[in-house]
């Protein structure tokens, strides 16, 4: 039978995740409508002018959206409770959904380099810039920039790598915008090839960008360790009767970490003793280590030092 007082804990543990699903939803909601009037800003003075840079721009920006609602699914998911399919919960999906996002900016970065490329072969008449671009550039940077602060905060705060890899993509429509405000001057001093190769300038931006959200997020999908095995040995260490934790194992993601450990006890200690302890152990690793969702605690009996013959 489960531990009335562990069973207490998860589902406070589950109702602070529900909290935590809810604020992330609503920063992504808010995000969302931005993006969109970000991109229709930009898709509407792309067309009018021809500017392969702002046509691309609008392009990234209405992936910003994209991904929103794909966040907004994957944060879905995310929150459904562990049942007996998926005994350690569906969290992942909030992992799987920040790489959709990085997916997303790859794909993106196809359509950049293929305008880019035109424009510089000559098959793209110069684009016609006028004030308003530059207006219309600097206001949906000035958005950016704030959407992208607001969603880097949201996400320390929440400790939530999707919000992190969105903020990203936020970040790298901002550095697409500068380039396109360079071709923009380029284009109005007579330079032909500038659309061309700041739209080759935005391809290494976002490629940046796509290889970070990646880099972030694979090692979960993995199983990569979450805590260190030092700072667990040291918690569990101080309750008395433990005499040593090994085999140290941690995985998950950084809100909701699974735990495993090995405890040597005395030889002679009874099982309800050992079972105690165990409990005990859990509780201190729960109170002193942040995010811990699942500990299991396999007890062992401590190795009695063989007696030396005389």
Not at 19 to 47: D, H, M, P
Not at 59 to 87: C, E, I, K, W
């Amino acid at each position: 039978m489960d531990h009335p007082a562990h069973q207490h804990q998860r589902e406070h543990l589950h109702s602070i995740e529900r909290t935590r699903v809810s604020a992330v939803k609503r920063v992504f909601w808010i995000t969302l409508g931005l993006n969109w009037a970000v991109a229709l800003a930009k898709g509407l003075y792309g067309y009018q002018s021809g500017s392969v840079t702002m046509s691309a721009d609008s392009f990234h920006s209405v992936l910003d959206g994209s991904a929103n609602v794909l966040a907004l699914l994957g944060l879905h998911f995310a929150a459904t409770p562990a049942d007996a399919g998926h005994p350690y919960g569906h969290r992942k999906f909030e992992i799987i959904a920040a790489l959709g996002i990085g997916v997303l900016i790859a794909v993106s970065l196809v359509e950049i380099a293929a305008s880019a490329w035109q424009a510089l072969a000559g098959q793209r008449p110069p684009p016609r810039i006028d004030w308003v671009g530059f207006v219309v550039v600097a206001s949906t940077m000035i958005v950016n920039y704030f959407v992208s602060r607001y969603e880097s905060r949201k996400a320390r705060e929440l400790d939530s790598p999707l919000l992190e890899a969105d903020s990203h993509h936020t970040r790298s429509d901002l550095y697409a915008s500068t380039a396109v405000l360079v071709s923009f001057l380029g284009a109005r001093s007579g330079v032909q090839w500038a659309d061309g190769v700041c739209g080759f300038v935005l391809v290494v931006m976002v490629g940046h960008v796509a290889f970070s959200v990646f880099r972030e997020n694979i090692p979960s999908l993995l199983d990569a360790a979450v805590l260190d095995p030092g700072r667990v040995r040291s918690v569990a260490g101080t309750i008395a009767g433990v005499q040593n934790i090994h085999r140290i194992r941690s995985r998950g993601t950084k809100w909701a970490v699974e735990l495993d450990l090995h405890m040597q006890v005395a030889a002679q200690m009874t099982v309800e003793e050992a079972h105690r302890l165990s409990h005990a152990v859990e509780d201190e690793l729960r109170a002193k280590v942040p995010h811990v969702s699942d500990v299991v605690v396999h007890v062992e009996p401590a190795m009695v030092p063989a007696k030396t013959g005389s």
